[in-house]
């Protein structure tokens, strides 16, 4: 090749696929994705097998969707997740369209907020041949009649595609009988997992008859304990998770399950379960001892009796959550922070909770404790200071997710220590913690102020006759009375030059809140909110905070994904005109209640950040309601737009 003056120019040679995925396999997935753009050869590169595992695709039944899913007929295998699917002609030709083209491929599905036909789904079923998940939640549709699977030639042709199922997800159906449930599992002999959560289960207790209704025949209207019971038996060689949320499910029905012989369960949800007790939980840990993951969040009967037996019975535990179950206090606390399998922990509005019996349990033996990888102690209000520090140095070399969100006792000292020791942390959220200052955040010590009362002298009369405010009749200064000490610009050169840990130290942070921490300003988001792998950051409800603050965000954390800014006053459209060219990959934006902002930052929306799917406007006064023509028209995936109260008007629009 020459070029104009005749001079000969090589042509650089293309990398081979192979070290183009090598180099790949070095990038998160959204770089990944990223990367995939450049051009045809490094497409082909990211779609290797080591990088399509567990992919799923989610899209609207639309016109358009039909040749989406012509397009993934090419993948060796695939997911998808489709929702507002109906009884019409697109759904059905679309439904039809999967069983063509992905049949074999197809490992997982999934029909969110569909009303379905009986028909429509008998005619994809049979050409699934390789799904290992099925997702039925919600569908009334399908079940309301009772008349699903009631032919015997379509119960073998589904038998014959659902033999390898492992999963199946009946959750929030409210028409779900005994007879329909018996003919669809009778399809599905090798199942792992079941959810039945939000179901209408027959739990009652008949005192007359000593057993649960619906033990002697079956419930023509409601799933019945006993068909439950014979389906843990018949499947009990394969079934190792089950989700019974939401439902009455009484003690004693509690315990009929967990003694189905031979039956070994390794997980079990049973959140807002508010019918169990301490006796439940302790027949549950003696007869089903192999559990690795229990949820009995929201149990709310549950004291810390049931603590200790977890403690003393589940010695392979590995997630448990004990979120909304506000009677249970510190104690047995030690001795589960003493269960050396455990990696996640939520204690989540547990009120009772200060975090000493905790700190007891994991400063044993290292063979001996839990090596926690996630710990949420939100709206643990007796958290203090101390409690923090003290985990933080235990479980620096573990813990990778730390949520404080209302612990309104933490200040700047657990947000140093935090910086200092949790250095492998992913995900931090202290939203709502009203103490932290700039300071914490930067890692600086805040210099005291000397108060007139400390000074050293003669004050005169300390007190008089008619008991003024002096002396010991001065009322206690509180802490939000007085605005915190401002960062200032020498404070700020001291940040630069000191090796002290700053939130910059947090390198490998990917979310990040710090919502309503409301003594934030620009001086600390400006320099330490620096991390180019972050996803999700919210700063809602920071007053302090400007266009600086946004501008700078988008500049140093290129790879957000969701960004919360409501409420913040200070930003205007000035900081989305600087912020929204780097902010390609944003998918959702939270701006209610930021009334600087006009239409001239969704026209920069739509030009700059084409794959947003979740936009709140609401409340913000200077945005018209024509600028959603625009939005619908330009952005092509976005299918949420709150805008209530803009333009005198109260609407929220999902697309």
Known sequence: MADSDGEDIKETPELPVEMIVYILSFLHASDRKEASLVCRSWYNASQDLRFQKNVTFCFPASASSLELVRGLGRKSRC????????????????????????????ESLALPGSSITEASLLALLPRLTSLRRLDLRGLDSLFMSGAFLSREEHRQQVRLALSGLEELDLSDLRYLSDLTFSRLTGCTPRLCRLSLAGCHIAFEFDPYRGCPVGAVEDSSALLSLRNLRRLLTEQ???????????????????????????????????????????????????????????????????????????????????????????????????????????????????????????????????????QLEMLSLKSCTYIRDLAVFSLTQVLGETLCELDLTSCVNVTDLSVRAISTYLQRLVVLRLGWCKEVTDWGLLGIVETTRCEPDEETGDKGPRFTRTFGNMGFFKPPRLPFEERPKLVTQNDLEQFKRQAGASLLALNQLQELDLSACSKLTDSSITQVV??????????????????????????????????????????????????????????????????????????????????????????????????????????????????????????????
């Not at 972050?534 to 700063?539: D, E, F, T, V």
């Not at 809602?540 to 957000?560: F, N, Q, Y």
């Open 79 to 106: 997911s998808l997740i489709i929702s507002q699917l109906d009884g019409f002609s697109m759904s059905r030709s679309l439904l039809l369209e999967v069983g063509l083209c992905l049949g074999s491929k197809l």
């Open 236 to 370: 009990k060689s394969t079934l190792v998770a089950l989700d019974l949320s939401r439902t009455s499910i009484t003690p004693e029905s509690l315990r009929t399950i967990a003694q189905v012989q031979d039956l070994v369960l390794e997980e079990l949800c049973l959140h807002g379960c508010k019918e169990l007790t301490d006796y439940s939980v302790e027949v549950l840990v003696k007869h089903q001892p192999c559990l690795q993951r229990l949820d009995i969040s929201a149990c709310t009967e549950l004291t810390s009796r049931s603590v200790e037996a977890i403690a003393q019975g589940l010695k392979s535990l590995t997630n448990l959550s004990l979120s909304h179950d506000w009677r249970i206090t510190e104690k047995g606390l030690a001795d589960l922070l003493s269960v050396s399998s455990l990696r996640s922990l939520d204690l989540s509005e547990c009120l009772h909770v200060s975090g000493t019996e905790i700190v007891k349990g994991l400063t044993g033996p290292d063979a001996a404790r839990a």
């Open 530 to 655: 620096r991390h180019p792998d972050l996803h999700r950051l919210s700063l809602s409800m920071l007053p302090e905070i400007t266009d600086a603050s946004l501008a700078s965000v988008a500049w140093h954390c290129r790879s957000l994904t969701s960004l919360g800014l409501s409420h913040c006053p200070g930003i205007s459209d000035r900081g989305v005109a600087q912020a929204a060219p780097y902010l390609h990959r944003l998918q959702h934006l939270y701006l209610s209640c930021c009334n600087n902002i006009t239409d001239r930052s969704l026209s920069l929306l739509v030009q700059h950040c084409k794959r947003l799917r979740t936009l709140d406007i609401s409340r913000c006064k200077n945005i018209s309601v024509t600028t959603m023509d625009l939005l619908q028209s330009q952005l092509p995936f976005l299918e949420n737009v709150h805008y209530k109260f803009i333009g005198g008007a109260d609407l929220t629009l999902t697309l």
